[in-house]
């Protein structure tokens, strides 16, 4: 019997393991005996950032794309789909998209789409901030760059684990709900799966608050302003009872004023929720503020109370300047840049109001990277 060592060495790695072996010659049979080594992780970590979408140009095909991808998304519009094919390709995007272009073409810079602009930067900083253990992708729900485009290119990356944040504060099934849907539809087909991390909400987050708040006190420092409204997206009201498991939404008017473990999805509530973070960091005094919610779309019953109608009886009752935040929104869009700069301010001025200021988004603002990064470190 003689028992010899020998070395096995590794060289991608640098690791050596010591393999003792025995060997017995009158059966031939060798007997191993190997150290269990310690091998570092494989593979960087993905990060995908998904915000909405924005029509590639603002031409009408284009838009018309656009609005055809996003409206026949089962989440957005949540009816059953032969009405809602007919209801979209033969009646809104028909319709629509001659008169979006026009506001498109007006949200327009040199440079492209403001929300992909700030959504290209953010991941370029986001990268660099992160470092080689990482890769950061950036997708649109709709149009460009895709959610499947970014996948194909982060499963060529050799990847340990995949964390996935659709750029959207506050939950809801057509935004965030639709994101993570699409992301499992195609993960599915990979034949290996990386460990996943959603993110499903950061209205709390912090970062996100207090960039809100900074971002607001350069306003209000500058001048005075007689009511701050918090005007959010709207969703209509089906969709946040349907994931209701409590049968506790909308039952009353209160039933968003506290966040617990009832409503803790529920969207309308953790609006309310990202108000009283925001109210508190800036100091405001009871009945100079309000909620709200804007773009609603068709005739049923959305979440209220109703943005538009909110700020004709803020005018009504004779406040002349008002700022609006819209804090459901990371990257100034049409949403926020037309309809509250443009629209909400010639509505106000209808009914008597002097002017409406509308706070800048996060865009790229250095904080709200930083606020990325510790959460995905987090995760």
Known sequence: MKTR??????????????????????????????????????????????NLGTPDQPEVPEVRKYLRQFLMDGRVIDIPF??????????????????STKIYKKLWT????????????VAEQLQHSLGNDYVVELAMRYQNPSIESAIARLKTKGLRKI???????????ASTGSVHEEVMRLLSKWEVIPELHFISSFFDW??????FASIAKSYMEKEQYDYILF???GIPERQIKKGDCTNTCLVNNHCCDTLHSYNALCYRAQC???????????????GTYTSSFQSRLGSTPWIKPYSDHVITQLAKEGNKKLLVFSPAFIADCLETTIEIGEEYHELFREHGGEKVQLVDSLNQDPRWVEALKQRILSA
Do not use: W
């Not at 007997?31 to 970590?45: L, Q, R, S």
């Not at 040199?110 to 930067?121: L, Q, T, Y």
């Open 272 to 286: 309310y929720a990202t108000t009283r973070l925001l109210v508190e960091k800036l100091g405001l005094q009871e």
């Open 206 to 211: 912090p970062g996100v608050t207090d960039t």
């Open 82 to 99: 032969l009405n809602r094919f007919a209801l979209v390709n033969l009646i809104i995007a028909p319709f629509r998209a001659p008169k």
């Open 163 to 173: 964390i996935v944040l659709p750029l959207f504060p506050q939950y809801a099934s």
């Open 231 to 233: 005007s959010y997206h």
């Open 110 to 121: 040199k440079e492209g789409s403001p929300i992909k602009i700030h959504g290209v930067a």
């Open 5 to 50: 060592n020998r070395y096995v060495a590794f060289p991608k790695e640098k690791i050596v393991i010591k393999k003792t072996f025995s060997l017995d010659k009158s059966s031939d049979i060798c007997h191993f005996k190997f150290p269990m080594p310690t091998f570092p992780a494989i593979g960087p970590i993905g990060v995908l950032l998904v």
